[in-house]
């Protein structure tokens, strides 16, 4: 488990250095025009990790609190308050969510929505493999995606599924030796998986694969950067695939999508835009994405132009109608649930 909160720390860490955008994100032009008009509003809710800059986050301290938000951005409430938590992730039927926590040797933690309580929690399936799960959901609910390391034997490495029930039934989908597999999403129909593959020397790319390990193939594009560990969101409804990357290192993080089968790659529209070189003072820097239930908008990180900020934004799927979400000084990770039930 000690590996697995390192990872989630490290998605925090990795976010919150960044420099971004060179304006104020507050002044950002209201959604208008026919995309604005044609795309219904946005409902659900969304769960997202918070960090105290008081407690010296940039520093080097990763901490950070779940909360949970309303799509419109009304009811931000802390949702699990036991300690530090990363990576909150909802079930397909919006009454559970996995968040990395508790650092008590556990391969997953499920919390109720409802009250924020842990409602389950699963030991490592095999004492011999490190197994940090939780980074994905099958669309039936059935199973969690784990990240694993051999103790022993780094032929081992790779990613497992458990079953949800009881933890057991544990399956192995990848084999990387030495490196690490980090699960992104399953497709709709639970017959793929998107990850993030990386080696001793750095991040490799993103990948898909079938769930019996065969079909192995890289979808984000040779000469592009992966700029994070989001590994991959799928959408919904369709084949397309958003992760995140920069051109250069000189250049901001962006939000590109790209179909399942590794066609058609490009920025995500996003407008105004981000990804730009850090020497333009019209650049910024976006990243962290995650597609609502119904596949028509996405939600995502933008930071302030010193680094000083990060907040939530929403925008619709074909790019436009940006609205700001939270204020809250350092947000990241956010996952979008169904609209709450009464």
Not at 84 to 96: K, L, V, Y
Not at 115 to 126: A, C, E, H, L
Not at 128 to 137: H, I, M, P, R, V
Request: proline share 10%; glycine share 12%; charged share 25%.
């Amino acid at each position: 488990m000690k590996r697995s909160w390192i990872t989630a720390a490290a998605m925090v860490l990795g976010s919150l250095s960044l420099v971004a955008c060179s304006e104020d994100p507050r002044n950002a032009p209201e959604p208008s025009g026919p995309a604005a008009t044609q795309v219904p509003e946005p409902d659900g809710r969304i769960v997202f990790v918070r960090a105290d800059p008081s407690a010296g986050v940039i520093a080097g301290d990763a901490d950070t609190y779940t909360y949970a938000v309303n799509a419109d951005g009304s009811d931000e409430q802390p949702l699990f308050s036991e300690g530090p938590s990363a990576g909150p992730r909802w079930s397909p039927g919006g009454d559970e969510i996995q968040v990395f926590c508790c650092d008590d040797g556990m391969a997953a933690h499920i919390v109720d929505p409802e009250t924020g309580v842990i409602r389950t929690s699963f030991p490592p399936p095999d004492p011999t493999l490190e197994t940090s799960c939780g980074g994905a959901w099958s669309p039936d609910g059935e199973r969690l995606a784990c990240e694993g390391f051999g103790v022993d034997d780094p032929r081992r490495n790779g990613i497992y599924t458990i079953r949800v029930s009881d933890g057991g039934a544990l399956t192995r989908i990848t084999a990387n030796n030495g490196g690490d597999d980090i699960p992104g999403d399953y497709s709709p129909e639970g017959d793929r998986l998107v990850f993030l593959r990386s080696t001793e020397g750095g991040k490799v790319g993103i990948f898909v694969t079938e769930l019996d390990g065969d079909d192995v193939h890289r979808i984000s594009p040779s000469g592009v950067i992966v700029a994070d560990t989001t590994a991959g969101r799928w959408s919904p409804i369709d084949d397309r695939i958003l992760f995140v990357a920069h051109d250069s290192p000189d250049h901001h993080k962006a939000i590109w999508v790209v179909n399942a089968d590794g066609s058609d790659p490009h920025r995500f529209p996003v407008d105004p835009g981000c990804g730009g070189p850090l020497s333009d003072p019209e650049s910024f820097g976006c990243y962290s994405p995650s597609w609502s239930p119904d596949g028509r908008w996405i939600v995502f990180v933008r930071s302030a132009p010193d680094g000083s900020e990060e907040s939530l934004w929403i925008v619709n799927a074909q790019g436009s109608g940006l609205v700001q979400l939270t204020d809250g000084g350092f947000d990241d990770q956010p996952d979008w649930g169904p609209e709450p039930t009464a």
